[in-house]
């Protein structure tokens, strides 16, 4: 099989419609069906639900309160408009973190999920947030593992990262495999 991999200049927002039109045209010629998008504000999981119409698309929107108590930073309009697209929002922890953030927080002491997370950032930070995102999204019981699935996620603000895995749960992380990265930036 040969298939054709993006590498984008800057890492950032500037990518999010690219990155979603790629993955929009690989998700067609492998017939998956199911999305995962990172998206905490709501920008990207609104893109997202447009672009990829008619596909199982899963916004996974992280915490209320993670930056602040009580802050929920998915935008009502947003929440509003990805669900009246027939996308779905994961409210969840971050897989790689949340626990061992208190820890280290706590007592300085590194989590293994930090390293995973930090092995993974080797690649890019999107593809770190697409791993993550995939299993907290199978962990909603929104996508299964024996499906394949195209992950979404970025640098910050926006997308600049596709990749196609097998997603598994967070407890059996191990289990998950990047079959192909279809964009990320180069630096």
């Not at 800057?10 to 998700?27: D, F, P, Q, V």
């Not at 609104?46 to 602040?68: I, S, T």
């Not at 953030?101 to 007592?107: D, G, P, S, T």
């Amino acid at each position: 099989m040969e298939a054709r991999t993006v590498y984008f200049e800057k890492r950032g927002a500037e990518n999010t419609e690219e990155t979603l039109r790629l993955a929009r045209e690989r998700a067609e010629e492998l017939g998956v069906r199911n999305v995962v998008v990172a998206s905490y504000t709501g920008f990207t999981g609104v893109k997202a639900v447009e672009v990829l119409e008619g596909y199982n698309v899963v916004v996974v929107a992280g915490v209320v309160g993670f930056r602040e108590p009580q802050q929920d930073r998915l935008e009502p309009e947003a929440r509003e408009a990805i669900e009246a697209r027939g996308g779905r929002i994961v409210r969840a922890a971050h897989a790689f973190g949340t626990l061992g953030r208190a820890v280290k927080a706590r007592f300085g002491a590194i989590q293994v999920d930090e390293i995973i997370a930090h092995v993974l950032r080797l690649f890019s930070q999107g593809v770190k947030v697409g791993c993550e995102v995939a299993c907290m999204a199978v962990d909603a019981g929104l996508i299964r593992t024996d499906e394949e699935c195209i992950a979404i996620g970025g640098s910050g603000r926006g997308a600049d990262t596709a990749i196609v895995l097998r997603p598994s749960n967070t407890h059996t992380f191990f289990d998950t495999r990047i079959l192909e990265i279809i964009c990320k930036p180069r630096g």
